[in-house]
């Protein structure tokens, strides 16, 4: 009975990089090349066929070892490039390991992305259906649930219009409502609550958590967003460079990482996949400073802070209206305060190609101990140029606020104060 | 719940073809359906005569080919009515080209759901010939009308033969349309080249003229499996020449070959097509 219903053994998964750049060659290429340069291109195909080639390989996962019991919830976390996504790619049979094996007891459905599938020319009611096919619910089944779907996602009144006239928030809510009705004994889930307002996503999140508290179902749960991860799951899997770093309670989990994982962040940004927005100006970095101008990774309440913002444009040319709305977002995933130059009028009018928009908090850090994220919304003028939800996190340490060291509790928010009594 | 049997699965590194692969399709048989009603759905959606395209295209082809081949250039129908005899051959013609043009391009087309979902991709050419197939069935209704027009008495007898028929067809467009496909992921000429290759090859298929007209030299056109399809449908049901038993077995097994290195290199693409696109 006590078997794992997740076993994984000695999972590893290479990558040939010029595989990955490559993919997309036209013939034409290959044929002029070979007339171009007929030796050297002699002499790679015969390397290539005695298997002597010099290939660069990428292992994203090498040896990669857990199990998980039933009823469990478990999250994965590491930086990016860490092998999390490759993980859940096989994990979800879409792509092959190339060493090792993965044992599932029991129903998989995997959530890689809401609303796979979706047809923006069929309408919601339509689309229902052949998601709910696409992500494995039998035809049964999507009948029999197909109210709950439509009460749960709230756009009853235009279950028979075309998606494509749907906003993007009503999209999203209703695709997740199919995801969220699946009824798998296995559910891999990816970033996907990243997307979807506030409100939402809470809701999201307590259906996950009924889901794993109820019917016992195992919860594979990757994020970027520790509070998440903190809430839903007991374990969880720290993955760095391929490898399992660190399998154990969240807490000591994401502390590990938190360790390893400085708020600093100098080239790591560039490579985030997970951003929206036209692109054509980028955040680069990020990075917090104290009164003195050093750059800290510790963050004290009490203290004063400076929040800096690296972008670069893509053309090289200087930008103009820039702008960041910057988000802190708390433990339970609430948004505690959103700061902006529009709100201070302090918008630059032209700004340089590349350099670092810095926004100095005139008092002192206001939040208790506790995990908290930080958004990144790049504006030019009217535009989003990125957007990149979750782009740090860190945890608040306990500082002297008040300055009397006392010990503070059930105060999630410390204003500064002061206290007299007047005689009357 | 818990007195179900737990399904288990289990990946590994190497996957090779196996008759499990036929059981999951049949497993996955509701999402063939689904793939196939979307599609279908979504092609003749936002347009104002709807499904009656399917019917449209061959029936202006047939009056063009009928116009200038027929009775300008005056190429011979084996005594059948010109306009029922292309008709006849345009059916079929459609449906190979149709379902092998769909079929090269199934990986990239629904790319978006393969990176993200499991499911047997074979599902996806099944659905887009399955798709092609319900126009052949629509469009056959013009030829029944074109029949009363003509008033033309069909062999019925022949109607039997039509699924062997539809079977070699199918094997055809779908196993050289899987071979187009995984040669589609890794070098995107095969976009360029398919729609000229169609057309060229609707010249050296006795579709606007019969087969006969090429004399001595017909033996060439028999390499072309669709020649003996055509051949065969015209002589079954309008009964212009005794069926061919010898040329549709030897185009049952050919196609039958060109079915299996199809699928052979499908399913070697499909194992690393999530990680190259």
Known sequence: MNEPIITVTGLSKKYNITHQRGGYIALRDIIANAFRNPFRFLKSKAKSMIGRETQEEFWALKGIDFEVMKGEAIGIIGSNGAGKSTLLKILSKITPPTEGEVVLRGRVASLLEVGTGFHPELSGRENILLNGAILGMTRKEIASKFDDIVKFSGVEKFIDTPVKRYSSGMYVRLAFSVAAHMEPDILIVDEVLAVGDAEFQKKCLGKMDEVTQTAHRTVLFVSHNMSAIQKLCKRTILLEHGKVKMIGKTDEVIAAYLESNPLTQEGSLKTRKDRRGEGNIKLSSFFVENEKGERVNNIFSGGLYTLCFGYETKDGREAHDLSVASAITGPDNAPLSLNWSRYTNEDKNTAPAKGIIRCEIRQKFPFAPGLYHISANLFSGETIQDYIKNLGVFEVQEGNFYGTGADIKHSPILLEQHWSIKEE | ?277
């Open chain 2, 1 to 277: 719940m818990a007195t179900q049997k737990a399904e288990i699965t289990v990946i590994r590194p190497k996957k090779t073809f196996s008759l499990g692969d036929l059981r999951e399709i049949w497993q996955y048989k509701e999402l063939l359906y689904f793939f196939t009603w979307r599609d279908l759905k979504v092609r003749y959606k936002q347009t104002a005569i709807g499904v009656a395209w399917a019917i449209f295209q061959p029936f202006m082809t047939m009056i063009v080919f009928s116009v200038f081949f027929g009775r300008l250039l005056k190429v011979p129908s084996d005594g059948v009515p010109y306009p029922i005899f292309v008709y006849t051959g345009l059916l079929f013609w459609q449906f190979f080209s149709g379902a092998l043009s769909e079929t090269s391009n199934v990986l990239l087309g629904n790319q978006s759901i393969i990176t993200k979902v499991y499911f047997p991709r074979l599902i996806l050419p099944l659905s887009a010939v399955i798709t092609q197939l319900v126009d052949f069935l629509v469009a056959t209704a013009m030829l029944i009308a074109l029949m009363f027009y003509y008033h033309y008495t069909p062999h019925l007898a022949g109607l039997f033969i039509l699924p062997l028929l539809l079977l070699i067809t199918f094997l055809a467009s779908v196993g050289g349309g899987l071979f187009l496909a995984s040669i589609n992921v890794k070098y995107r000429d095969v976009r360029y080249i398919l729609p000229y290759f169609i057309q060229l090859l609707l010249y050296i298929t006795p579709v606007i003229y019969p087969a006969s007209i090429a004399g001595k030299y017909s033996w060439i056109l028999a390499i072309n499996p669709m020649t003996g399809v055509i051949k065969a449908a015209r002589g079954a049901i309008l009964g212009t020449e005794p069926i061919n038993w010898l040329l549709l077995g030897i185009s049952l097994v050919a196609v039958s070959v060109l079915m299996t290195i199809g699928v052979y290199f499908f399913k070697k693409t499909e194992r690393y097509f999530a990680d190259i696109v």
